[in-house]
Structure formats: structure tokens, C-alpha cells
């Protein structure tokens, strides 16, 4: 109930005012949409940091809501904190932010530790899915995600590489419906649904290839960390952070329309945000992605060059 959950924030906003009135503090950072707005409204030297696409996850009333919401109060931050440069375009095309009051710092990783728990042994029930060639790829089991598309791709895949084997590493609301995916797809031998884990690097080293299909993202940090494991990457060329991590130097905004070869990886162009069954025939921008994982897995150029420069790209973050 959109009047409720309304009603709570307000009360929210009014408890945390008077925390800062107790506690006075000179700067207060706060990360997400709402604690955004509530940290502007409660108004002590706010910082916001904006990790994700602001519109990406909307439709309808509430994604009208959310851009009022963002062009009214997000303004009155004393900084923005932005996690790519594609997000700071968007602050300031869509909403009018100014460019001075935006800050762009990418999410870092550790590559010496990354690197240190890729030599983790894997369990042993994990042993056999990783004996041949290993497609992987790591996030929420959401709609944002797009692992829907990867599983019907991966359908297609199989049929050309019989050996070929899908991990698929996060938790999320779409557990189930990928879960019937699978199924209605014969792949239940061939698709690995992972789970949370506490080390996910151990399953990167072990991959040959990692492909992102989200539709959208804040920067991209599994990408990072992909390519601190020295995996070849194939992404989706989403707003934002996949074309500034694999091909760096290219125009923030621009979208590929086929299969981009860029220095860190392969851009392709992202799915559609429809959840697509197992009978439905695989779209163009599928065809595209199957091509692009196809040419990675076939051509051992391909393969060695995105691998050498995988890890020199990690050390940039």
C-alpha cells in the first residue's frame, strides 16, 4: 500500500532527524534511494551516493514518482557520490544535476586477495561441474539481472557444445522461476543454480568464461571481479558500467547494436526486460549474445588475448 509505505517514511524521517539532533554530526552519507531522500530531508551536510541506474527498476506511477522525487530533492545534497560516469550522465541529463556537484568514484576491489581465494580447492560436490568448459556468471536472481536470457541462450549453446556447463552463483526473488526455466528446458544437468557464497572467486578461477546479462547496473562489480580472476568477459552493454569497464575510452552513452570486440571484453547489446519462457524463440539481442560466448569458447585468440588483459584491467580498480 503505496499511502502506508509513505506514512513510514515520514515517521522514519522524523526519528532520524531527532538522532541528528542528538548526535550533531558534521556530514552524514547515506546509500540507496531512500535513505537518500531521507538523509536530504533530515538535512545535516547530506552526501548521497548513487550505485545503481535511478530509473532502471521502475515503470508506471512509481518510476514518475521516483524522478520527481530524485529532480526535487537530490539537488539539495552537499555532494553526490556517483560509481560511474554513465550514472553522473544520467543525474545530469534526466534529472539537471550539475556537474560540480557530482563526484565520480568507481567501487575498488582487492586483486591480491581476489587472487589469493582463486586457489581455494572447491568442495567436492562441485568438482564435476567444472570439469569440462564452465560458463559463469555471479548476481541477484533478479529481474535487473537477466539471467533468463543466459539460460535460454545457454539451451541453444548446448546443442553445439554437448559438454558445456552453466553456474549461476546469487540468491533472489527469481529463484523459482528459474528454477522452472531450467526444467521446462531439460537443462537440469547442465545449469547450476549456486547460491550465496562466501567465496565465489574460487568458482571464477575454475570458469572459462564469465557473460553479465543484466539490463542495467550501477558500475558492475562481478565484472571486476571476473576479470581479477583473469576471466574473458562477454557482457551486456547496459547503462551503466560495462562499457567503461571493458572499453574504456569509447562515448559514455553509446550503445552497441551488435558484437563489440573492445579491449577487456565483448559488448553486446542488453535483452529484453520480458521474462522469456523456454518455448518462445531466442530474440535478436539473444542470437547476438549466443554468437559473441560462441566465438569467445571457439576462437583460442580470442580467448588468450580478453584472458592476458583481463588481470591488467583489474589492477585499473
Known amino acids: 500500500n503505496l499511502i502506508l509505505k509513505v506514512f513510514f517514511f515520514l515517521v522514519a524521517c522524523v526519528k532520524f532527524r531527532n538522532i541528528l539532533r542528538r548526535e550533531r554530526p558534521d556530514y552524514v552519507m547515506s546509500f540507496g534511494n531512500l535513505p537518500n531522500f531521507m538523509n536530504v530531508l533530515a538535512g545535516r551536510n547530506p552526501i548521497?551516493?548513487?550505485?545503481?541506474?535511478?530509473?532502471?527498476?521502475?515503470?508506471?506511477?512509481?518510476?514518475?514518482?521516483?524522478?520527481?522525487?530524485?529532480r526535487v530533492l537530490l539537488p539539495r545534497a552537499k555532494k553526490i557520490i556517483s560509481v560511474?560516469?554513465?550514472?553522473?550522465e544520467e543525474l545530469q541529463k534526466s534529472f539537471g544535476i550539475p556537474n560540480e556537484k557530482i563526484t565520480v568514484l568507481y567501487n575498488p576491489i582487492d586483486v591480491r586477495k581476489i587472487r589469493t581465494l582463486c586457489q581455494e580447492a572447491l568442495e567436492p560436490a562441485y568438482e564435476h561441474i567444472f570439469q569440462g568448459s564452465t560458463v559463469i556468471t555471479i548476481g541477484r536472481l533478479s529481474e535487473q539481472k537477466g539471467q533468463w536470457h543466459l539460460i535460454r541462450v545457454f539451451a541453444q549453446l548446448?546443442?553445439?557444445?554437448?559438454?558445456?556447463?552453466?553456474?549461476?552463483?546469487?540468491?533472489?526473488?527469481?529463484?523459482?522461476?528459474?528454477?522452472?526455466?531450467?526444467?521446462?528446458?531439460?537443462?537440469?544437468n547442465d545449469v547450476f543454480l549456486l547460491g550465496w557464497q562466501q567465496?565465489?572467486?574460487?568458482?571464477?578461477?575454475?570458469?572459462?568464461?564469465?557473460?553479465?546479462?543484466?539490463?542495467?547496473?550501477?558500475?558492475?562489480?562481478?565484472l571486476l571481479e571476473a576479470l581479477a580472476c583473469n576471466l574473458p568477459v562477454v557482457s551486456s552493454d547496459c547503462p551503466s558500467g560495462p562499457r567503461e569497464i571493458l572499453a574504456p575510452?569509447?562515448?559514455?552513452?553509446?550503445?552497441?547494436?551488435?558484437?563489440?570486440?573492445a579491449p577487456?571484453?565483448?559488448?553486446?547489446?542488453?535483452?529484453?526486460?520480458?521474462?522469456?519462457?523456454?518455448?518462445?524463440?531466442l530474440s535478436q539481442s539473444e542470437n547476438i549474445l549466443k554468437a559473441a560466448i560462441l566465438e569467445v569458447l571457439r576462437d583460442q585468440k580470442i580467448f588468450q588475448t580478453l584472458r592476458e588483459n583481463a588481470g591488467r584491467r583489474a589492477m585499473d580498480f
Open 199 to 222: 567465496n565465489p572467486y574460487k568458482f571464477l578461477a575454475k570458469s572459462q568464461l564469465f557473460v553479465s546479462s543484466s539490463l542495467w547496473e550501477g558500475l558492475g562489480i562481478s
Open 48 to 70: 548521497v551516493r548513487i550505485d545503481n541506474s535511478l530509473t532502471g527498476g521502475y515503470s508506471g506511477f512509481r518510476e514518475i514518482l521516483l524522478k520527481f522525487l530524485i
Open 84 to 88: 560511474s560516469k554513465g550514472l553522473r
Open 249 to 261: 575510452g569509447t562515448t559514455i552513452g553509446y550503445q552497441t547494436t551488435g558484437i563489440e570486440y
Open 158 to 188: 548446448k546443442q553445439i557444445i554437448p559438454a558445456l556447463k552453466l553456474a549461476i552463483i546469487g540468491k533472489g526473488d527469481l529463484e523459482d522461476s528459474l528454477k522452472q526455466l531450467i526444467k521446462n528446458s531439460a537443462l537440469a
Open 264 to 281: 577487456y571484453g565483448i559488448l553486446v547489446p542488453p535483452c529484453e526486460k520480458k521474462f522469456l519462457t523456454e518455448e518462445v524463440p
